[in-house]
C-alpha cells in the first residue's frame, strides 16, 4: 500500500473535482493521507552505539 492508497486517495479527490491530478491542492491531499494514516515522512533512524 506504499502506493496503491495514496494514488487512489489523490485520483479519487481529482475525480470528484474535476481537475488533473497535478493540480489537486497539496494540503488538502497531505491531510487525506494522514487521515487515513499514511506515513508522509520516515521516522529518524536510531544510530548504533560504536563497538569499542
Do not use: C, T
Not at 1 to 28: F, K, N
Request: proline letters at 8%.
Amino acid at each position: 500500500m506504499v502506493l496503491g492508497q495514496p494514488s487512489a486517495i489523490a485520483g479519487s479527490m481529482a475525480i470528484d473535482r474535476v481537475i488533473a491530478v497535478r493540480d489537486l491542492d497539496q494540503g488538502q491531499l497531505k491531510n487525506a493521507l494522514l487521515a487515513e494514516g499514511q506515513v508522509l515522512k520516515r521516522p529518524p533512524r536510531k544510530r548504533a552505539k560504536p563497538r569499542k
